[in-house]
């Protein structure tokens, strides 16, 4: 059967993440998706057969997504370590609001009991710690972060770090989850910044703060 023409997938694949953010995971309907994008759920069906496979749909542009947003932050930034904070908080940006975070970390859940969603979740995921261990390894040989610093090691802590400063700022709802995420990170890589000696800590944290 021929596909309908006008709205492209990737179009109804992000507003079905809007659609997400907002209602959680009983609200999210192919019905409500539908209305979002002035389709009928009958479209929907046709093209994605279900919800379910509308969300392994959604999952798999969103495996493909996180290299090349990772692609365009990096093109856009003289400085390793600043795309890796625009990154860091482009990639959070669906979230901007409490609820729409824990609507999304009621989806992650879903994703962590069912085989096909979680394949594709740890994929994204480690599609994420690829990149930001080539941003780090990038920023060391331009003497952004120091000599000898364990790359893998710090990697893994700012993806932990990002994820837990998600939960903690939901939690306590001061500033946005932007601003959280920028504090987190200039914590967590200002150990491994190379500081002149005759300059303050944080005196080498510009490309960070200006990002």
Not at 5 to 20: H, K, N, P, S
Not at 164 to 172: D, F, I, R, S
Request: hydrophobic fraction near 45%.
């Amino acid at each position: 059967m021929a596909r309908p023409r006008g709205i492209e997938d990737a179009v109804i694949l992000r507003a079905t993440a809007q659609v997400m953010g907002r209602v959680g995971p009983a609200g999210l309907t192919l019905a409500a998706v539908a209305r979002e994008v002035g389709l009928v759920p009958a479209t929907l069906v046709q093209r994605f057969g279900s919800k379910r496979g509308l969300l392994l749909a959604l999952a798999d542009l969103s495996e493909k997504g996180a290299s090349e947003t990772a692609e365009r932050v990096r093109g856009s930034h003289d400085s390793a370590l600043g795309a890796l904070v625009a990154l860091t908080v482009e990639s959070a940006a669906v979230m901007a609001t409490p609820e729409s975070f824990a609507h999304h970390l009621a989806f992650l859940c879903m994703d962590l009991g069912d085989p096909q969603l979680y394949e594709r979740a740890l994929a994204v995921h480690r599609t994420h710690g690829r990149v930001i261990g080539e941003l780090l390894t990038e920023a060391v040989g331009a003497g952004e972060l120091r000599g000898g610093t364990d790359v893998a090691a710090l990697a893994r802590t700012v993806q932990a770090i990002a994820a837990g400063a998600g939960l903690t700022w939901a939690l306590e709802r001061e500033g946005t989850l932007g601003q959280r995420l920028r504090q987190e990170l200039d914590v967590v890589l200002a150990p491994h910044l190379p500081h002149p000696p005759h300059l303050p800590p944080r005196a080498g944290r510009h490309d960070l703060e200006e990002s």
